[in-house]
Structure formats: structure tokens, C-alpha cells
């Protein structure tokens, strides 16, 4: 039995990265009780588990495509979903090296997974379906996490224990990795591409010499270093909204998949978005007032999300794209953002630090880096001329 129908495929893919989010949020959310039961008690160990968190993000969206071009972009996926399983080890690690151990393979699966959403779309789905199904794939991670922030403890309650609801996301998630194995998945014939195609081997020194890798990267980052100061500082400075801004964000991905659906160009949203992001940003982190503070996180967690589908279909609609160049393309998005956002991080804390625990300075920081969004609109690339002209003709 093989596994043919596009959206049967897009399915698995999904639900992949919805149960790597549950698995992984699930397991940040229980941390303290993993900790207990190891008799771990110092700040440093559990900081020291974020870091090795990070670390596995960067290397895996790094080497993500090395992979792929070694293994086949199937194969590759199941890789990566086989990592995510290794969650299984979290919630029994008999120490806290193999708690670590645990930790930093799960997010090293998640890192290639979200590299492998890009050559898999560009291999089942046509031009047109390519923005909605990349909008879809990036309000997976969101709705993992928002089960688990709102039902996690219904879920301890029906699984009988924190325990129990870490290890059936696992078996659930290999479940779900052995289906991807039926999928019949060929990868794309070159032999008959025009000679004025980009080559077929697109490696990391091209990669890395491409202009449009770095300024993509670039406008990220400042978005995805306030995305994880979010969960990582603001709750420690009394900010405590982040749950508003993960659910709006779903509504903002369902909205900005309507709208690159209606709407060829991809720069506006995007550009826009940038924008009322960098307003929101500092409204959510300097207003002292509780309702104004909850509403800007619904706002950001809106305009956040709603220029991903548009942001993330730009290298989709790049003329002569192929499987090799896009899982570059992403491979460096991803690892680029995440090295940037990794050092904003640190700085965000050192600034704290230095102020004796004043959070105005970082809080100043992170507000300007919000609006790398909105610059980097001015850089990349308008893809969607090219699907305004095929509408005009």
C-alpha cells in the first residue's frame, strides 16, 4: 500500500509537527516535575537544557539539507520524525545527562522538520496551492502549543499523570512517522530541465553567496528573538499575556492564508504587518495597565502570523526554484534567524542583568529588533508579480 493523495501526505506532515509541539511544549511545561523526580534543583541545569535546545535548532536547520541531499527528502523526514519520537526518553530519563540527551535530539528532529515542509510542498502541490498549504504548515507549530497551554491538564487527567500524556505523544508521533513511510515520494527529475534553469545542484556555498538568503534570514529574526524572549523573560517581569498571543496568532495564520489566497502580492502584508507589529510590541511591553497589555498581545499574536503564509511562499515563487535550492533556501532561513535571535537573547538578559533586574533597556531592545519585518519588506524580493500577471493574462 502506497500512500498518493496529496492532502493523505500533507496530513502526516502536519500532524507531525502539531505532536513535536505538544511533545515539546508538554515537556517544557512539565520540566519542573522532570527535574524533581531527577532531584535537580539548580537554575543552571534547567538553563542549561534551553541552551542545548538552541544549539540543536541552529545545527539542525543548518545541516537540515545536507541530509536531504545524502538521504532523499523522504527519508530525510523520517529521520526527523524518528528524532521527535526520542521524546519518549524525557519523561523516564533515569538522569540528567539523558534528559539532556532527550531534550537535544527532539529539537534537532523538529529543526529538520521544518526545513522538509518546503521541498515536500513544492513536490505534491501546484503553484497556486503551495501559499494555503505553507500557511497551514505554519500554524501547526501554534496549535500544538495552544492544546497544551490550555488542555494540558485535562490531558494529565485523562492520561492519569504528566508521564503518561509525554509518552502517548510519542507513541502517537511514531504512529504517525511509520505512516510517512508508505508515502510514495519521487524525487523531482532534473534530467529534463531547460538549460537555462538554475543548475541542479544548488549547494551551500551558493547558498551561502545568495543575496536573497541572508536579507530573508535577516527579516526574521528580529520576530522569532521577541517570540522566544516572550516565553522565556516576559512572564518573569510580570507580563503574563503569552497564551493571547499564541492564539491569535492561529487566527492571524487562518486569516493571512485568505488573504495570499485573494491577494497576489506578498510584500504589503507583510510590510503592513511589520509594522503594527513593532507599535504592539512596545505598547505589550511598556503599558502598565493589564487589559491594554492583553489586548497589544492579541494584536501581535494577529499581525505576527498574518504575513507568515505570504512571508514563507516568497522562495516558492522565486523563478527556477528547485527541491535543492528551496531546502537550502529554508536551511539557512531558519539557522540564520535562529543564531541572531540565540545572541539578542543573551543580550536581552545581560541587559537585565546589568540593570539590576530592570527590564527598560531590553524591553527597548527587543522593540527595535521587531522591526526587522518591516525593513526587511523593503528588501526582499515581490514574488507575487508573477501571479498578478498569470491573473491580468
Same mark, same amino acid.
Given at each position: 500500500?502506497k500512500?498518493?493523495?496529496?492532502?493523505?501526505?500533507? =496530513? $502526516?506532515?502536519?500532524?507531525?509537527? !502539531?505532536? &513535536?509541539?505538544?511533545?515539546?511544549?508538554?515537556?517544557?511545561?512539565? /520540566?519542573? +516535575? #522532570?527535574?524533581?523526580?531527577?532531584?535537580?534543583?539548580?537554575?543552571a541545569?534547567?538553563?542549561?537544557?534551553?541552551?542545548?535546545?538552541t544549539?540543536?535548532?541552529?545545527?539542525?536547520?543548518?545541516?537540515?539539507?545536507?541530509i536531504?541531499?545524502?538521504?532523499?527528502?523522504?527519508?530525510a523526514?523520517?529521520?526527523?520524525?524518528?528524532?521527535?519520537?526520542i521524546?519518549l526518553l524525557?519523561?523516564y530519563?533515569?538522569?540528567?545527562?539523558?534528559?539532556?540527551?532527550?531534550?537535544?535530539?527532539?529539537?534537532?528532529?523538529?529543526?529538520?522538520?521544518?526545513?522538509?515542509?518546503?521541498?515536500?510542498v513544492?513536490q505534491?502541490?501546484?503553484?497556486?496551492?503551495?501559499? =494555503? $498549504?505553507?500557511g497551514?504548515?505554519? !500554524?501547526? &507549530?501554534?496549535?500544538?502549543?495552544?492544546?497544551?497551554?490550555?488542555? /494540558?491538564? +485535562? #490531558?494529565?487527567?485523562?492520561?492519569?499523570?504528566?508521564?503518561?500524556?509525554?509518552?502517548?505523544?510519542?507513541?502517537?508521533?511514531?504512529?504517525?512517522?511509520?505512516?510517512?513511510?508508505?508515502?510514495?515520494?519521487?524525487?523531482?527529475?532534473?534530467?529534463?530541465?531547460?538549460?537555462?534553469?538554475?543548475?541542479?545542484?544548488?549547494?551551500y556555498?551558493?547558498?551561502?553567496?545568495?543575496?536573497?538568503?541572508?536579507?530573508?534570514?535577516?527579516?526574521y529574526?528580529?520576530?522569532?528573538?521577541f517570540?522566544?524572549?516572550?516565553?522565556?523573560?516576559?512572564?518573569?517581569?510580570?507580563?503574563?499575556?503569552?497564551?493571547?498571543?499564541?492564539?491569535?496568532?492561529?487566527?492571524? =495564520? $487562518?486569516?493571512?492564508?485568505?488573504?495570499?489566497?485573494?491577494?497576489?502580492?506578498?510584500?504589503?502584508?507583510?510590510r503592513?504587518?511589520?509594522?503594527?507589529?513593532?507599535?504592539?510590541?512596545?505598547?505589550?511591553?511598556f503599558?502598565?495597565l493589564?487589559?491594554?497589555?492583553?489586548?497589544?498581545?492579541?494584536?501581535l499574536?494577529?499581525?505576527?502570523?498574518?504575513?507568515?503564509?505570504?512571508?514563507?511562499?516568497?522562495?516558492?515563487?522565486?523563478p527556477?526554484?528547485t527541491?535543492?535550492?528551496?531546502?537550502?533556501?529554508?536551511?539557512?532561513?531558519?539557522?540564520?534567524?535562529?543564531?541572531?535571535?540565540?545572541?539578542?537573547?543573551w543580550l536581552?538578559?545581560?541587559?537585565?542583568?546589568?540593570?539590576?533586574?530592570?527590564?527598560?533597556?531590553?524591553f527597548?531592545?527587543?522593540?527595535?529588533?521587531?522591526?526587522?519585518?518591516? $525593513?526587511?519588506?523593503?528588501?526582499?524580493?515581490?514574488?507575487?508579480l508573477?501571479?498578478?500577471?498569470?491573473?491580468g493574462?
Open positions: 500500500m500512500i498518493t493523495n496529496k492532502y493523505l501526505v500533507e =496530513t $502526516i506532515v502536519f500532524f507531525s509537527y !502539531v505532536l &513535536f509541539a505538544m511533545a515539546w511544549v508538554g515537556g517544557t511545561a512539565s /520540566m519542573q +516535575s #522532570i527535574m524533581l523526580s531527577l532531584d535537580v534543583h539548580s537554575l541545569s534547567a538553563s542549561f537544557i534551553s541552551g542545548a535546545v544549539l540543536a535548532k541552529i545545527v539542525g536547520t543548518f545541516i537540515a539539507a545536507w536531504a541531499i545524502k538521504l532523499g527528502i523522504k527519508y523526514f523520517f529521520v526527523s520524525s524518528l528524532l521527535i519520537t521524546g524525557t519523561p530519563a533515569p538522569n540528567y545527562e539523558l534528559l539532556l540527551l532527550s531534550r537535544f535530539l527532539m529539537g534537532l528532529g523538529g529543526a529538520f522538520m521544518v526545513v522538509y515542509f518546503n521541498p515536500i513544492l505534491f502541490f501546484k503553484a497556486e496551492e503551495r501559499s =494555503t $498549504i505553507n497551514i504548515n505554519a !500554524v501547526a &507549530f501554534n496549535i500544538g502549543t495552544a492544546v497544551i497551554l490550555w488542555q /494540558m491538564g +485535562s #490531558i494529565n487527567d485523562l492520561t492519569g499523570g504528566w508521564q503518561n500524556s509525554l509518552t502517548l505523544f510519542s507513541v502517537i508521533s511514531l504512529i504517525v512517522a511509520l505512516l510517512w513511510l508508505l508515502v510514495k515520494f519521487e524525487e523531482p527529475d532534473t534530467s529534463t530541465q531547460d538549460i537555462n534553469d538554475l543548475p541542479e545542484i544548488y549547494s556555498r551558493e547558498g551561502l553567496k545568495d543575496r536573497f538568503n541572508w536579507i530573508y534570514g535577516l527579516a529574526s528580529g520576530i522569532l528573538a517570540y522566544i524572549c516572550l516565553f522565556t523573560f516576559y512572564p518573569k517581569a510580570g507580563i503574563v499575556q503569552s497564551k493571547w498571543v499564541i492564539g491569535f496568532g492561529i487566527i492571524g =495564520t $487562518i486569516f493571512g492564508i485568505i488573504y495570499a489566497k485573494k491577494i497576489p502580492l506578498r510584500l504589503p502584508v507583510i503592513w504587518s511589520g509594522f503594527v507589529v513593532i507599535i504592539s510590541t512596545a505598547v505589550f511591553s503599558s502598565d493589564y487589559w491594554l497589555q492583553t489586548f497589544a498581545a492579541m494584536v499574536g494577529f499581525f505576527i502570523f498574518l504575513p507568515v503564509t505570504a512571508l514563507v511562499s516568497i522562495p516558492h515563487e522565486l527556477k526554484m527541491s535543492a535550492r528551496i531546502t537550502i533556501v529554508f536551511s539557512m532561513f531558519y539557522s540564520i534567524s535562529y543564531i541572531i535571535s540565540t545572541l539578542i537573547l536581552f538578559g545581560s541587559l537585565v542583568d546589568m540593570n539590576q533586574g530592570d527590564y527598560t533597556m531590553s527597548i531592545l527587543i522593540t527595535a529588533l521587531s522591526s526587522t519585518l518591516f $525593513i526587511g519588506s523593503y528588501f526582499l524580493p515581490e514574488s507575487g508573477q501571479n498578478k500577471e498569470k491573473e493574462s
